[in-house]
């Protein structure tokens, strides 16, 4: 009798675990597209910010350097400052910047 019962526990246990591994499956499939769509809009919006930042600095350094050139401008010295540490690679542009305006301000 105990073999019996045995052969259908095994059978009636193998029933239960199929649809078991079968959701486990969709929800890997699920949990997987989702992360990929995730990915794919974080990319996205990451390479359009970049895109658009980059522009706005090189549009910035277009006029520090214009600003830098034009020695009839009050604020040439600032514009100088600014060029000077940025081309030298001693710090970033936004760095320099910040640290010239509070040089020029005190002054």
């Given at each position: 009798?105990?073999?019996?019962?045995?052969?259908?526990?095994?059978?009636?246990?193998?029933?239960?675990?199929?649809?078991?591994?079968d959701r486990?499956?969709?929800?890997?499939?699920?949990?997987?597209?989702?992360?990929?769509?995730?990915?794919?809009?974080?990319?996205?919006?990451?390479?359009?910010?970049?895109?658009?930042?980059?522009?706005?600095?090189?549009?910035?350094?277009?006029?520090?350097?214009?600003?830098?050139?034009?020695?009839?401008?009050?604020?040439?010295?600032?514009?100088t400052?600014?060029?000077?540490?940025?081309?030298?690679?001693?710090?970033?542009?936004?760095?320099?910047?910040?640290?010239?305006?509070?040089?020029?301000?005190?002054?």
């Open positions: 009798m105990s073999i019996i019962y045995q052969l259908l526990l095994m059978d009636v246990g193998h029933k239960i675990l199929n649809p078991i591994r486990l499956i969709n929800y890997f499939i699920l949990i997987f597209t989702f992360s990929l769509a995730f990915i794919g809009v974080a990319e996205i919006m990451y390479w359009s910010y970049k895109k658009e930042y980059l522009r706005a600095k090189a549009k910035y350094l277009r006029e520090v350097i214009d600003q830098k050139n034009d020695l009839s401008s009050l604020n040439e010295p600032f514009y400052c600014v060029y000077e540490k940025w081309n030298s690679g001693e710090m970033p542009l936004s760095e320099a910047n910040t640290m010239c305006s509070l040089k020029y301000q005190q002054n």
